[in-house]
């Protein structure tokens, strides 16, 4: 019976902390971000008492009271990394996913903190968490938290170094952190292990990840570097020129120069479907039309009369121009569209540059398909092909260019 009454005191003072916190919070709205003499909102207080229901009734009124910072910067997601709380760490996450980028006075986010005092359950929840969301900002998110710095320069993987934690290093190692970055003093975190005396188990998890020491880094130019030097490639002035115009465009505008280029896409291809005059029937065969391209391209045998049936009726000459001038038109507009995709967005314009370019390569396949089927001569065969050939590899050739200028521009943005 004591059991019983002990667990309906603590259901009957939850209910009361919880209805005293409404009634404070429909009173005067402001008292929840106020802080305390000891530099405490209350919500910290509810996380330091392990209130959950608290919690999770004052995040439903104001999710952001979660982002509230108290001493030494500390939000109620430090607190809840700090004493382990997974259950509050949920709540927090799933109503204000943003405060997972929140820092402290010291630079270092929840996740920093849990490693830090070798909060191994909390650490693991947060880097979970992070590599499975799928919010918008999630690929900053893995860059900001689990790659981030604190005021130091140090790193998570530093950070778990210098205290000496080999089940923490494991742990971060198995969420691809940053193996070899530098802190404000040029240390790898396997140089801050080989500087302890008995730092032997985790020199070796970071012997086994293929970590390295400083002096086997190569040096990277600074940023300040970078600007003072005077020469420009063709290649960064091409593309700076092009990121220039492209930044004075509305996302409306860009939106509709896609659709645009989707049109003419649509249009060149129609084009290879249908070409001028259409294509020749199998009553009306002219008698001074050459052999189709058809016989060679099926490895087939048909009379000469059968072998006209379907192909287009242009003069091979003009059907050769024609095509020239459509094929372009195909080829260099799709490159377009997946140069746009990637220079307005490095991260999610890759992504979808990189999931179309299948479908496109199968596009660039039927497209050839199609205009070797309805050649009236084999001449055109012996041209689209070396046409068509290098597009695929020129296309992910400059892709990858492309991407590489953003995300470098990108990152020095950042830093």
């Known amino acids: 019976m004591v059991p019983e009454q002990n667990n309906e005191q603590i259901r009957a003072e939850n209910k009361r902390y919880v209805e005293f916190a409404l009634e404070m919070m429909n009173l005067k709205p402001s008292f929840a971000r106020k802080l305390n003499p000891s530099g405490l909102s209350p919500m910290h207080l509810a996380v330091q008492n392990d209130q959950t229901l608290v919690v999770r009734t004052l995040l439903k009124v104001d999710k952001d009271l979660a982002r509230v910072k108290g001493k030494a910067g500390q939000t109620p997601l430090h607190f809840a990394a700090d004493h382990e709380a997974l259950d509050l760490l949920v709540e927090f996450l799933e109503a204000c996913p943003e405060c997972i980028t929140d820092v402290n006075i010291h630079g270092q986010t929840a996740f920093q903190v849990a490693v830090k005092n070798g909060r191994y359950e909390a650490a693991k929840l947060l880097a979970s968490w992070i590599c499975r969301s799928t919010h918008k900002n999630s690929t900053t998110w893995e860059r900001v938290v689990l790659n981030g710095e604190d005021t130091e320069g140090n790193t998570v993987l530093h950070i778990a170094a210098q205290n000496n934690d080999p089940q923490m290093v494991s742990l971060l190692l198995k969420f691809n952190v940053s193996k070899n970055k530098l802190n404000l003093k040029g240390q790898t ?27 086997a880094i190569p040096p990277r130019p600074t940023l300040a570097q970078s600007l003072r030097s005077t020469e420009f490639s063709l290649e960064e002035v091409l593309l700076r020129d092009v990121k220039r115009q492209l930044n004075k465009f509305s996302n409306e505008s860009l939106n509709a120069l896609l659709v645009v280029y989707a049109l003419i896409v649509t249009t060149t291809y129609q084009a290879c479907l249908t070409p001028p005059g259409g294509f020749t029937q199998e009553n009306n065969i002219p008698g001074n039309f050459t052999q ?124």
């Not at 032997?200 to 012997?207: C, K, N, P, Q, S």
């Not at 099926?298 to 379907?310: A, F, R, W």
Request: proline share 4%.
């Open 292 to 415: 189709g391209n058809i016989t060679n391209f099926y490895n087939i045998s048909l009379t000469d009369q059968e072998q006209s049936v379907g192909v287009s009726v242009l003069d091979p000459g003009v059907f050769n121009f024609f095509y020239l001038a459509n094929s372009l038109t195909f080829g260099f507009t799709v490159f377009t569209m997946i140069a746009l995709l990637l220079l307005t967005d490095a991260v999610n314009g890759t992504v979808n540059a990189m999931l179309s370019y299948p479908l496109l390569v199968l596009l660039f396949i039927c497209y050839s398909i199609s205009v070797l089927t309805i050649s009236p001569t084999d001449n055109w065969s012996y041209f689209i092909l070396p046409f068509l050939a290098p597009t695929f590899p020129l296309n992910l050739f400059l892709a990858r260019k492309l991407y590489y200028f953003n995300v470098a521009a990108w990152r020095n943005n950042f830093h």
């Open 189 to 215: 975190a396997l140089d801050i292990s080989e500087g302890q005396n008995n730092g032997r188990e985790t020199r070796d998890v970071l012997g086994r990840a293929k970590c390295r020491n400083a002096s």
